[in-house]
């Protein structure tokens, strides 16, 4: 069995009056226990999905080893490889940020703005690493399997009629 930290499960989090968003209890637990005890999330954006990315410190080893491993093959093959672009593309925008014990933390401003994020975000876990979406994005995104973005368009309907902050 792998020692790898996979993600799954998700939930809604609002932003509080200073702005700071609440990661999940079991994904904290899963970001600190790959963090090695710290209290330390990495955030980042999704090259491909419009959405915001979190991991604990170890997944950030993983993408660092991985473009080793990718080089390796490349060279293999005698095939070009460019290995900083590609350490650029995967660690070069990644945030490290602390989360307080009752799991706050403040979501970069610009990864806020490349995700669209403004007061709500949906937490999806989908293996080494979760998404972070602003709701109405992820509805709008159909390759997004229909339970989950049914689940969204309801938790957004309940908030527009007052139900929901």
């Known amino acids: 069995m792998s020692d790898a930290i996979l993600y799954s499960g ?4 609002v932003a509080d009056g200073k702005g700071r968003f609440v990661l999940p209890l079991e994904m904290r637990k899963l970001v600190k226990q790959a963090s ?28 660092f080893d991985e473009v080793g491993e990718l080089e390796r093959l490349a060279r293999e ?5 460019n290995g900083d672009l590609e350490r ?19 979501l970069h401003p610009d990864i806020k703005e490349e995700a669209g994020i403004d ?29 989950i973005r049914n689940k969204v368009r309801r938790w957004l309907d309940a908030r527009a009629a007052g139900g929901s902050k």
Do not use: M
């Not at 998700?10 to 989090?13: D, G, K, W």
């Not at 650029?88 to 403040?106: H, K, P, S």
């Open 88 to 106: 650029e593309n995967r660690l070069g925008t990644i945030e490290d940020v602390n989360f307080d014990d009752g799991g706050r933390f403040f």
């Open 10 to 13: 998700n939930a809604f989090s």
């Open 119 to 147: 007061d709500a975000i949906f937490f999806y876990g989908v293996g080494r690493y979760f998404q972070i979406w602003q709701p109405e994005a992820l509805v709008a995104s159909p390759e997004r399997p229909a339970l």
């Open 77 to 81: 093959a005698g095939r070009p490889f």
């Open 36 to 63: 090695g005890g710290e209290n330390r999330l990495c955030l980042s954006v999704h090259l491909e999905n419009g959405c915001a990315t979190g991991f604990g410190l170890s997944h950030k080893q993983f993408l």
